[in-house]
């Protein structure tokens, strides 16, 4: 039989496939039917910082995140979603004392001033996982974007500051203009197949140089974008954007394709597969990079 199991953030997961924060883990009904259809585990829907009064979570967030750890076994990840160094990170201890197994932090934050520097974008990155890793004793993971101009270096200084897992990467809200009525539009960020090229470089480029779980994320929309997460050397795969457009089920449905990939190679367990296609082994990733930039180049013009 299979091992699918893997860690992530010092938990024991039965697979790598996670359900992040979207409407399908925002009820205990639905969050039980992913656990049915084989998920490994859920973030929950995103505690905003606007939402946190005098720096305490909202009682309705806390009571539904109490309901679905009791409802069911497997880890349940909260979510805290802001950009500030203010009193509603408080809200992390009250998180962990009802009973979630880990805390994600989504800081979304990419001002458009022309006056803020990309060292001050940086600090308050570091400001507030130090802050949340200081107050609580859960794991703490951290989904970041895909905009710094140096990120193996941050990521560098995530781990000192000792995150436990880093989610590669967060979507951005894209705008548009409509138009018809001349309005600015935005919409949910939704990703689409073939999303999985910059989280693909970086998970590959981080596997074995952190001490940070890896969490893939974006563009998981078959087996085959998840085993290669895995190859790249991810702990856990996250998904999102295929479960909505599937449904729930489709769990399964992605976790027999992994099953049969690995039989008709011989893999017995997700160790066996992890990491082998990373860039761990490369002596000069930067030189890698450079001549397969210019091979790729090369044979199209």
Sequence with gaps: MLDLSTRYLGLTLKNPLIASASPL????????????????????PSLFEEQCLKGAAPQQYLDMLQKTKTSVEIPVIASMNGYTEGDWLASAVQLEEVGADAI???????????DVSSQQVEQVYLDILHRVKSEVTVPVSLKVDPFFSAFGNMARQFDEIGVDGLVI???MIQPDFNLNTMQLETSWPISKAGD?????????????????????????????DIIKYLLAGADTVMLASALI????????????GINVWMKQRDFASLNDMRGLMSQK?????????RANYIRAVDGVV
């Design 25 to 44: 883990t925002s009820t205990v009904k639905s969050v039980q039917r992913l656990e049915r259809a084989g998920i490994g585990a859920v973030v929950l």
């Design 104 to 114: 994600e932090l989504n800081i979304y934050y990419n001002p458009p001033s022309f």
């Design 169 to 171: 990467f967060n979507r």
């Design 196 to 224: 999985i090229g910059a989280p693909l470089k970086w998970v590959s480029s981080l596997h074995g140089r952190v001490n940070a779980s890896l969490a893939a994320s974006s563009g998981a929309f078959d087996h085959e």
């Design 245 to 256: 457009r599937n449904g729930a089920d489709y769990v399964s449905v992605l976790l027999k």
């Design 281 to 289: 082994e490369i002596q000069n990733p930067e030189a890698f990079e």
